[in-house]
């Protein structure tokens, strides 16, 4: 027989079921702009009924809440962290590239090109008027207008490399700060979670640091089964996170990325960039890292063709200054200046003179050479001469007389033969693989614009990409006002209906206990 009180009991549980779904509606709503939050449902079954008896069936007793709930699709979490990471690495690369491209600043009025046109001009203009000291003067200057731009490109080059060291070490840090929060919630979680409920806002949190460590460093997010939990249900799994198989985070402990080890840079053995590697010493592939970490250990260290980082573009510039100073040496040192003598290289390395090294020019004819009394000496190579350390010689930078325009000492003043042979280098096809000097510069420019362009295109392709998935996420995740609104009616007049019910119940009681009997007394 049922209890006097059972229809109480049941309706009850309608009126809690009811008020704690208020309450979930309501804290969906609070956080329609919350980033990271997923919305939750309260999840109920019916109480287990009363059997009645005389083969009559089952009496419902209500309704039983068993869980909160979080709507997440765990498949577009998997692949929305895929992609950010690649979205990572193409907005480094993007960003470093169209710097490297500011650096160079071609095509411009202030670009080394033009630059190197106005020096061939002045060269020109002093085989027509070999002995006038304003078309010296003129040479000069445009000679050290020359160095000192390339010698500025190196040094912002340079600069950004030292820029992108200090970008690596603060992403480290980053990567690391993001670990310790992630280890913090894991504890937090799995306490919450030891009775079988669900931490859903701890998660929510955990979520969204995972999405962001995504697109710094390529992660994969595991369970691994807590070896002291024999229950087997998986409630108090542990949650790992790996960088290449190697753990970042396991549970509550964080294995911490270090750039405490310098190394030499791929460009200048006197400068030291941050390597990247675990804490305990343990080696990292960085070639099979990924994200933002990745595109800037490309850009710091890229030295070749696949990468093209700032070491590439140092290499290329130091390269085209080295075969272009020389080809000038060859021709300059070989003529003479207004002084009468020969053998004075145009560009040097700073403060450095040029040699005087007596040997037979037949000897050697491609070594470095400087002898005043050996009729056609030249200069070949005057040493490793690099965007870094080019000038125009000390001696041309005290006396312009001595810029060499005549191919004999007995032509002189008048002779400007070998200064027409410079201006005319501007014409050699055969100084660089690419043609001219012009031709190696527009090729270079031309091969960034075109990798800046790639990493633009990619950039915006994932970028694309990332967004619709993060949709696809939010649309399943995300607080829909309308919904919340239709659910706020639907669960208010469930709440009314079960609170009618207990006034029902409670009149019907009145009337067995104040009112039945009452009648003849």
């Not at 650096?103 to 002093?126: A, C, H, K, R, Y």
């Not at 990247?276 to 990292?284: E, M, S």
């Not at 890292?289 to 980082?309: N, Q």
């Not at 659910?487 to 009149?507: C, G, L, P």
Request: no cysteine; proline share 3%; net charge negative.
């Amino acid at each position: 027989m049922r209890s006097t009180f059972t229809g109480f009991n049941t309706v009850r549980s309608g009126l809690f079921a009811a008020q704690r779904a208020l309450d979930i509606t309501g804290h969906n709503i609070s956080n329609v702009n919350t980033k990271g939050f997923s919305r939750q449902r309260l999840n109920q079954v019916q109480s287990n009924p009363l059997r009645l008896f005389g083969g009559q069936g089952t009496l419902g007793t209500g309704v039983d809440t068993i869980s909160i709930t979080q709507f997440r699709n765990e498949f577009l979490d998997f692949k929305y962290r895929s992609e950010v990471k690649t979205q990572g690495y193409w907005e480094a690369k993007r960003d470093g590239l169209k710097f490297i491209e500011a650096i160079f600043n071609e095509p411009s009025d202030s670009g080394i090109t033009t630059v190197m046109d106005e020096l061939f001009s002045s060269f020109q203009e002093l085989s027509k008027n070999p002995e006038s000291q304003t078309t010296r003067a003129l040479v000069r200057q445009r000679g050290i207008t020359f160095t000192n731009t390339v010698n500025h490109m190196y040094s912002q080059l340079e600069k950004m490399a030292r820029d992108l060291n200090f970008d690596v070490e603060t992403t480290v840090t980053s990567i690391n700060a993001y670990a310790e929060q992630i280890a913090l919630l894991n504890e937090q979680i799995h306490r919450l979670e030891s009775d079988g409920s669900h931490a859903n806002d701890h998660r929510d949190q955990r979520n969204m640091l995972v999405d962001e460590l995504s697109k710094l460093v390529n992660i994969d997010m595991i369970e691994v089964q807590d070896p002291n939990d024999k229950s087997g249900n998986g409630k108090n799994n542990k949650m790992v996170l790996q960088i290449n198989g190697q753990p970042l985070v396991y549970h509550n402990r964080v294995n911490k990325l270090d750039t405490s080890t310098s190394v030499a840079s791929t460009f200048d053995n006197q400068i030291h960039m941050k390597q990247v590697k675990w804490a305990n010493g343990d080696t990292i592939d960085t070639k099979a890292l990924s994200g933002d970490l990745k595109g800037l250990l490309d850009l710091r260290d890229g030295l070749s063709a696949e990468t093209k980082g700032v070491p590439y573009y140092i290499h290329q510039l130091n390269n085209f200054v080295n075969t272009f100073a020389n080809e000038v040496n060859k021709i300059h040192a070989s003529a003479y200046g207004l002084t009468g003598t020969n053998g004075v290289a145009f560009f040097t390395v700073q403060g450095v003179a040029t040699p005087a090294l007596a040997l037979p020019l037949d000897d050697t004819p491609d070594k470095l050479i400087y002898n005043p009394g050996n009729h056609g000496a030249y200069i070949p190579e005057l040493g490793n001469i690099s965007a870094k350390n080019i000038k125009i010689s000390l001696d041309i930078d005290a006396d312009p007389n001595k810029i060499a325009a005549s191919a004999e000492a007995n032509l002189l003043p008048g002779d400007g033969s070998r200064a027409l042979a410079l201006s005319q280098l501007r014409h050699d096809f055969a100084m660089f693989s690419e043609g001219k000097p012009e031709d190696f510069v527009k090729a270079l420019i031309s091969n960034l614009g075109v990798d800046t362009q790639e990493a633009i295109r990619m950039t915006d392709n994932q970028s694309f990409l990332v967004e619709q998935i993060n949709r696809q996420r939010e649309s399943i995740a995300g607080v829909s006002l309308d919904e919340e609104m239709s659910n706020m009616v639907k669960f208010q007049h469930a709440y009314n209906a079960s609170a009618r019910m207990v006034t029902t119940m409670d009149e019907m009681l009145d009337t067995v206990i104040n009112k039945i009997g009452l009648v003849g007394r």
